[in-house]
C-alpha cells in the first residue's frame, strides 16, 4: 500500500493569517475615514435618542455634547398700553352742496375747473343776465311814476286842507285826498319790492359757491337753458377741509366711548383698507342718538383737518378710537400665545434655559403684541418660536430671529442623533 499524502497544515495557517490581517487593516483604515457610515451592528449596540446620542454616549444625560431645540424668545415687558375700539367706516364730506341756478336762462359762462378747490363767495357760472336787467328798468320806471303820483296826491292834500278851513270843500273830498296818498304810498312800497326781486334776479344771474370745497364733474355745458327746477344743478360741491368719517361700533362700547367722551377729547385713526397704512388722525365728533336695532350697533362720526387730502369722500377705511390707555401691563408677542384644552397659555424659560408651561389670562391684543392679565411678571422670557418640539421641563437653546421661522426650519428637522 502507498501512503497515504498529506496536505501540508503550516502553510494554510500562514496564509490565513494574512488574509484576516489585510481585512481588518481596510476595515480599520476606511472605518476611521471622514463620512465613513457606522456599522449596523454598531448602531443598534448605541441606541440614539432625540437630541444627543445613546446613555452612555457623549450626548446622554448629562454628557457635554448634547443638543438642544434651538429656540427664540422674547421678554414679557411693562408698559402703556393704549386701548382701541375698531371699525370700518365711509368718509363723508362735512359739507356737501349741489350747485343749481335759483333763476331760468341760459348758461352764458363757467368759471371753474373740475376738481378745482373753490372758496365760498368765489363766481362759478353766470346765466344770461339781460331778461333780469329789463326786468329791473321796468320796475324802477313803475317806482318813479308812483313816486310822482305821490307828490302830486300830496300837494292836492295841501290845498283841500286849506280849503277846507274855509267849508270851500267838503269833508268827504279831503278824507278821499287822504285815502289817494296811503294808497299811492302802498302802491310805491310794491314798486320797491319788485325793483328789489328784479335786482335780486339780476344777483342769482351770478352763480357763487356757498361753501369752500372741492367742484365735481359739472352737469351741463355753456349754452344749455337751465331752470331753478333742475335736479341734477349744475355741479357738486363737497368740504373736504374738514373732511368727516362715519363708522359703527357694537352698541356694547357704548359706555367705554362715553367715559372716554369725559376725559376730553377722544382721538380716532384713520387706516386704509388694509389696516397696514395710517392715513391720518383726528377725534371723535359725536354719536349718534340711538342705537340701530337690526346691527345691534351705534352710529360715530369723527372729524380730520385732511390737509394733505389723505381721505376722499365715499373712501372706505378702518378706524380705531382710542378709548383708553392701560398703565404697567404686561405685554408680550402674539406668536408667543398659545390655546391649548386648558385655555391660553405660554412657554416660559427659566434661568437654566429648561421650559415650563404657564397658563395665562389674556386681555386686549392685536395682530403684533397681546395684554396678559394674569399669569406672567414683567422680565420673565416666553418662547415665540419653535414651540412645536417643546416638552415640560425640557432644556432649549435660545437663537436670534431668523429670516425662516424655526418651526419650518431647523426645529422641523429630526435632532442629530435621532434613529433612521
Do not use: C
Not at 446622554?60 to 438642544?68: H, S, Y
Not at 368765489?122 to 333780469?132: F, N, V
Not at 376730553?264 to 395710517?278: M, Y
Amino acid at each position: 500500500m502507498k501512503a497515504q499524502r498529506r496536505f501540508p497544515i503550516i502553510p494554510l495557517v500562514v496564509i490565513l493569517a494574512a488574509l484576516v490581517g489585510g481585512g481588518l487593516y481596510w476595515w480599520h483604515s476606511h472605518a476611521d475615514a471622514p463620512g465613513a457610515k457606522p456599522d449596523t451592528a454598531e448602531k443598534s449596540a448605541h441606541p440614539r435618542g432625540r437630541g444627543g446620542r445613546g446613555p452612555g454616549g457623549p450626548g446622554g444625560p448629562g454628557g457635554m455634547g448634547a443638543e438642544l431645540s434651538p429656540v427664540q424668545a422674547a421678554v414679557a415687558q411693562s408698559k402703556s398700553v393704549p386701548q382701541y375700539l375698531s371699525g370700518l367706516g365711509t368718509v363723508t364730506a362735512a359739507n356737501t352742496v349741489t350747485l343749481r341756478s335759483r333763476v331760468d336762462g341760459d348758461l352764458v359762462a363757467l368759471h371753474f375747473t373740475e376738481g378745482q378747490q373753490v372758496k365760498a363767495g368765489q363766481l362759478l357760472a353766470e346765466i344770461d343776465p339781460r331778461p333780469w336787467q329789463v326786468a329791473l328798468i321796468q320796475a324802477e320806471g313803475q317806482l318813479a311814476k308812483d313816486q310822482a303820483t305821490l307828490a302830486n296826491a300830496r300837494r292836492d292834500l295841501a290845498r283841500y286842507e286849506k280849503l277846507a278851513k274855509t267849508s270851500l270843500v267838503s269833508q268827504q273830498d279831503l278824507d278821499t285826498q287822504k285815502s289817494l296818498v296811503s294808497e299811492t304810498l302802498g302802491t310805491i312800497k310794491a314798486d320797491e319790492g319788485s325793483v328789489a326781486s328784479a335786482k335780486l334776479n339780476l344777483t342769482y344771474s351770478r352763480i357763487t359757491s356757498p361753501i369752500d370745497g372741492r367742484v365735481g364733474l359739472k352737469q351741463v355745458d355753456i349754452g344749455n337753458y337751465i331752470t331753478s327746477g333742475d335736479t341734477n344743478g349744475i355741479v357738486v360741491i363737497t368740504q373736504t377741509h374738514p373732511i368727516d368719517l362715519v363708522f359703527s361700533l357694537p352698541e356694547n362700547d357704548i359706555s367705554a366711548i362715553l367715559n372716554a367722551q369725559k376725559q376730553g377729547a377722544v382721538p380716532v385713526e384713520a387706516w386704509d383698507r388694509s389696516n397696514k397704512t395710517l392715513l391720518t388722525q383726528g377725534a371723535l365728533l359725536s354719536m349718534d342718538n340711538q342705537i340701530d336695532t337690526t346691527t345691534g350697533t351705534v352710529k360715530l362720526k369723527a372729524r380730520f383737518s385732511n390737509e394733505d387730502d389723505r381721505l376722499f369722500p365715499n373712501q372706505f377705511v378702518n378706524a380705531r378710537l382710542k378709548v383708553a390707555t392701560l398703565q404697567d401691563a404686561i405685554v408680550i408677542p402674539a406668536a408667543a400665545l398659545q390655546m391649548g384644552n386648558e385655555g391660553h397659555f405660554v412657554w416660559v424659560v427659566n434661568a437654566d434655559n429648561k421650559v415650563s408651561k404657564k397658563s395665562v389670562t389674556v386681555g386686549i391684543q392685536d395682530s403684533e403684541t397681546v395684554v396678559i392679565n394674569s399669569g406672567l411678571q414683567a422680565g420673565e422670557k416666553v418662547v415665540t418660536d419653535g414651540i412645536d418640539r417643546l416638552t415640560e421641563g425640557a432644556k432649549v437653546e435660545i437663537v436670534a430671529p431668523q429670516s425662516t421661522p424655526l418651526t419650518s426650519g431647523k426645529s422641523a428637522q429630526p435632532a442629530k442623533g435621532a434613529s433612521d
